[in-house]
């Protein structure tokens, strides 16, 4: 039975051997890896990254491709399959019941494209909550678009709160491009491989809630300076001041802080305000 892509699961097969390629060469493999593949699709690259590694733990939502991957792989040992949605499973409870598939290390998955900042954010967590477990590393398909947003650097059009909230946390390179032809069917955009490495964060915010809300605030509005956008819970002049002491412009934008500028403004906002909670966004 052969089995039509859908797209409410972002189904987009990749057909393209050197986009495969390209991904297990960005994988880095070893024999002692235990990985997890977030929606195997028809297992194309399932297939690739099986030979290298010790586990492969997969989660695919849709039931039909299951039933599929569960022919193909089903009675090879290192393979584990659960059928559910990755962002609403409790993956510890679940792999309670397969102790050898827990504590995976790398996350490798071509995955779809309209969950993308959920995914990320359910491996890496948030500013305020980081994973418990960071993964060694993270490789994956994302849009041009969004890898770019992940990479990005300050003063650059493309870096934004979802930048700041994911360096943070983590560092990020692009791999390699992969063209919209490489799939089937052919996405809109083209894509990236890219690699997310959860890092020890040296001197934390004292207050990372704070620093969470604060980027978000920051950011409100791109185009206004951060006088501007942080109105709400500090006075234009005041900020003038801490900005000074920061050395930072005056005029800054949300868009010209370095993930450290934002940190010890986060630190020294605290300081000032005598930690009183941001109004709500
Ligand atoms: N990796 C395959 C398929 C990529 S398409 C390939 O490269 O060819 C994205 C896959 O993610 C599809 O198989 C889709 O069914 C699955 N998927 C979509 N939403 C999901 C979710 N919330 N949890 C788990 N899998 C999901």
Sequence with gaps: MAIRPRKQFGQHWLKSEK????????????KTDRILEIGPGLGVLTEKILPYVDKLLAVEIDRDLCKKLVFKYGKVDNFLLIEGDFL??????????FPA?????????????NI?????????????????????????????EVGYRLV????NKTYGALSVKVQYLADCEICCDVLAKEFYPR????????????????????N??????????GF??????????????????????????????????????????????????????????????
């Design 208 to 217: 990372p809630k704070f620093l969470d809300s604060l980027i978000k605030l």
């Design 101 to 113: 598939f827990q504590n995976y290390n790398k996350v490798v998955a071509n995955i779809p494209y």
């Design 19 to 30: 986009a495969l390629a390209q991904i297990i060469i960005a994988s880095e493999l070893k």
């Design 187 to 206: 996405p809109k955009v083209d894509s990236v491989v890219i690699k997310i490495t959860p890092k020890n964060i040296d001197n934390p915010a004292n």
């Design 116 to 144: 993308t900042g959920p995914i990320i954010e359910k491996l890496l967590g948030t500013i305020s909550n980081p994973s418990q477990k960071p993964l060694e590393s993270i490789i994956l398909l994302v849009q041009k």
């Design 152 to 155: 990005a650097n300050p003063n």
């Design 88 to 97: 609403e499973l409790n993956l510890p409870d679940i792999l309670t019941n």
């Design 220 to 281: 409100a509005s791109r185009r206004k300076m951060l006088k501007n956008n942080l109105k709400s819970i500090i006075e234009p002049e005041k900020l003038t001041n801490l900005l000074s002491e920061l050395n930072i412009n005056d005029n800054a934008r949300a868009e010209n802080l370095s993930v450290r500028e934002w940190i010890n403004l986060s630190n020294l906002l605290i300081l000032t305000r005598g930690l009183s909670p941001l109004p709500n966004h």
